[in-house]
């Protein structure tokens, strides 16, 4: 069985802080693990993805999220905050990048 | 990367009545589709897979006879709402798949059931 686990259902960061956004997960095989990014009333837009390449994974907009297999992690980062960051984040785990399952996602705001 | 559009992107209804939402690969053929619902504040729930020509498999605790899917082309899988209430408000994405590679979603369709 396959779920995902999003640590934090608010965050709040400074313009120009580091945006850091938790994701575990458990699957019973190496999974595909995915950032999707949610703006009010509109569908979700793929931040980045991972399909057993590279353990850290470059996304757009900034963001970057480093499998940890160790840890069963996913965790989501930007450097720097920008206001247009503020939306809502789902992490996401797939077996073999059909069927999704999302974590319950979290809430960015971004203080000016 | 792959298009997968859903329409309408907002459709408001009367109580009672039936919605259908569809949801279309426009670049490939998707020999699977899933359909996820969204509750405000909450995260996706996958309703049901559909097979290009088979039945839909659904969740447990969906409706089958309220959710009617049909994916009768490898370009087209339609979401029906049928006898629609208030809490059927809410905000529908489907997703594509060649059953190969990875899946792409639809921009999502908001229900409001008056």
């Known amino acids: 069985a396959q779920s995902v686990t999003q640590l934090g259902s608010h965050v709040s960061v400074s313009e120009g802080a580091l945006v850091l956004l938790r994701c575990n997960y458990s699957?019973?095989?190496?999974?595909?693990l995915f950032w999707y990014v949610q703006y009010p009333n509109q569908g979700l837009q793929l931040l980045l993805k991972?399909?057993?390449?590279?353990?850290l994974v470059k996304g757009i907009n900034g963001f970057e999220a480093e499998f940890k297999k160790s840890e069963t992690s996913f965790h989501l980062t930007k450097p720097s905050a920008h206001m247009s960051d503020a939306a809502e984040y789902f992490c996401?785990?797939?077996?073999?990048?059909?069927?999704?399952?999302f974590g319950t996602g979290t809430s960015l705001t971004v203080i000016p | 990367g792959a298009v997968v559009s859903q329409h309408p992107s907002r459709v408001i209804c009367k109580s009672g009545t039936s919605v259908k939402i569809e949801c279309r690969s426009l670049d490939f053929q998707a020999t699977t589709m899933f359909w996820y619902r969204q509750f405000p504040k909450q995260s996706l729930m996958l309703m049901a897979t559909?097979?290009?020509?088979?039945?839909?498999?659904?969740e447990q605790g969906v409706e089958k006879d309220k959710f009617l899917i049909n994916h009768a082309s490898l370009t087209l899988s339609t979401l029906t709402v049928t006898s629609a209430h208030p809490e059927d408000s809410s905000f529908y994405i489907c997703?594509?798949?060649?059953?190969?590679?990875?899946?792409?979603f639809g921009q999502g369709t908001r229900l409001t059931v008056v």
């Open positions: 559909s097979n290009e020509g088979s039945k839909a498999t659904y």
């Open positions: 997703s594509a798949s060649t059953g190969v590679e990875l899946a792409f």
């Open positions: 996401a785990v797939s077996e073999g990048g059909n069927q999704f399952y």
């Open positions: 699957s019973s095989v190496p999974p595909y």
């Open positions: 991972y399909t057993s390449a590279a353990t």
